[in-house]
């Protein structure tokens, strides 16, 4: 009895005493939290703060996915020029930064000193894998190293047949609905023809698959565009963002439906291009294209690196899912907006149009080619200065590994989330005159001289920029070239000025409604 006695106080004691440990230690960490948030806190205090909504919320709810929050955007830049310090909920600060002085540190730090915020990208994580856009450490870098060479311009130039091709598509649509106009302009909202435009592109591209997604509904195509939509809305709901809540409520469950039909279409096409490398080996696969030229997926499947490594079927397929993603709304949302742009501008429209006329005069096809890209210098003018106005991806985010110092001696501390905007940098009247004026003779030779480079970053820039953007930029010169050689665009001037929605992508929120006039004499 007595020892059963003396061992029960032992195991008294003993549980005690790791209680108490516990409890030390989680006090330590509090401390040590504690101190953390004020040294950096210290380090955070020497940026700006807008004024709060109250002393209990900071700036929560302030900033939002409106016209009234692009705004905004554009009275911090105005007053605080380089950059300010937002609490996102009063325990989290968010850094907004929206000038070269602040912004070049963090993006040409390298990807493992400033890694993407998974805040903000979390979400896609289930449909996109370990892709490119969402991965980080050596295994982006590595991927990065092997993806490159599918985006050099030998490879490009031979998908230009493909953007002419899925052009003339929808074209050939535009031009039976403006016949039956019967002669009036037709009224077309233009942001949903293109999305399936650039969808029907980048399917070709990646997997030489034929969906004739702009022609008839295709159940893959449908998924991407609603894993877009979802994500968007999953954003907005705060009660949704846990996943095992999310994947209980019904936006959850089409959500994984949609990821089961996009992941099936990947892998089987992985799958299938692998056993047929197998069966034939590497030479003869290469010799037996059927006459189709390479795709991202027979690139992706043969890319190796120094070390001999290759990528597995599920790289592969995240990949591909990834360019599909990334590659579709963005490109929609840039042409959509430059569509616009030309509309409210017919000088620049018609200086556009004379340029495309002259380079195809005494052709015996339409076609734009590869060698006629570098022949459009005022066309890329009005790409450009119209992805200032209206860049597609309005803010990235990072959070850094250690501290970023920057010129004037101030610190982006380790561990907060900074919010590169781009849309705010394109809109600094600092480095932009007038920035809400649209001129693509900012972009000519003589006026970019001296630009820092990181006051126009549509593409983002440093080594985690778009790795798609020669292929996007070359999409629409041969879209805008090829639709202004058969329609006049004009606004129409009794809609409400479009109110713009930047989610993953510059939206508009009735979307962007345009007049279409067929050119007269041409088929
Ligand atoms: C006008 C069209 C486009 C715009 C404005 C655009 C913009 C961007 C931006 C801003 C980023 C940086 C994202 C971040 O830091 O979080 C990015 C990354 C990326 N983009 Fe694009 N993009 C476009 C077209 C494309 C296309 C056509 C593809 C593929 C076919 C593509 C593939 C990617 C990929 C894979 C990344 C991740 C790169 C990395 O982290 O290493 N993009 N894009």
Known sequence: MAVAGALGSLAAVALGTFVV???????????????RFRATCRQLNKFPTPPWRNWLLGHTGMGQSTEQGLQQVDALVARYRHGCLWWGLPWLPVLRLFHPSTLRPLLSASAFVAPKDKTFYGF????????????????????????????????LRAYLGIFNQSTRVLLAKWGAAAAAAAGGPLEMEVLQP?????????????????????????????????????????????????????????????????????????ADVVQRRRRALARLGHQAWLDGHQ????????????????????????????EADTFMFEGHDTTASGLAWLL???????????????????????????????????QLPFTTMCIKESLRLHPPVTAVSR?????????????????????????????????????????????????????????????????????????????????????????????????????????????????????????????
């Not at 870098?141 to 490879?155: I, K, N, Q, S, Y």
């Not at 004026?437 to 900012?442: E, G, Q, S, T």
């Open 21 to 35: 440990a516990l409890l030390l230690r989680w006090l330590w960490d509090a401390l040590l939290a504690v101190t």
């Open 291 to 318: 006459g189709r030229s390479m795709d991202f997926i027979d690139l992706l499947l043969l890319t190796k690196d120094e070390d001999g490594h290759t990528l597995s079927d599920e790289d592969i397929a995240a």
């Open 124 to 155: 896609l994580k289930p449909w996109l894998g370990e892709g490119l856009l969402l991965s980080s450490g050596q295994r982006w870098a590595r991927h990065r190293r092997l993806l490159t060479p599918a985006f050099h311009g030998d490879v």
């Open 340 to 374: 616009y742009n030309l509309a409210g501008h017919p000088e620049h429209q018609e200086r556009c149009r004379r340029e495309v006329q002259e380079l195809l005069a005494g052709r015996e096809t339409a076609d734009i080619e590869w060698e006629d890209l570098s």
């Open 399 to 523: 959070r850094c590994t250690e501290d970023v110092p920057l010129r004037d001696g101030r610190v982006i501390p380790k561990g907060v989330i900074c919010l590169m905007s781009i849309y705010g940098t394109h809109h600094n009247p600092e480095l932009w005159p007038d920035p809400e004026v649209f001129n693509p003779l900012r972009f000519s030779p003589e006026n970019s001289k001296g630009r820092s480079p990181s006051s126009f970053i549509p593409f983002s820039a440093g080594p985690r920029n778009c790795i798609g953007q020669s292929f996007a930029m070359a999409e629409m010169k041969v879209v805008v070239a090829l639709i202004l050689s058969r329609f006049v665009l004009r606004r129409d001037t009794a809609r409400p000025p479009p109110r713009r929605k930047p989610e993953l992508i510059l939206r508009a929120e009735d979307g962007l409604w345009l007049l279409l006039e067929p050119l007269v004499g041409v088929a």
């Open 194 to 266: 293109l999305s399936l435009l650039t969808l029907d592109t980048l399917q070709k591209c990646i997997f030489s698959h034929e969906s004739h997604c702009q022609e008839q509904p295709s159940k893959y195509i449908q998924a991407i565009l609603e894993l877009s939509s979802l994500v968007v809305r999953r954003q907005l709901r705060p009660l949704l963002h846990p996943w095992w809540l999310y994947r209980l409520s019904s936006d959850g469950r089409r959500f994984t439906r949609a990821c089961t039909t996009v992941h099936a279409f990947t």
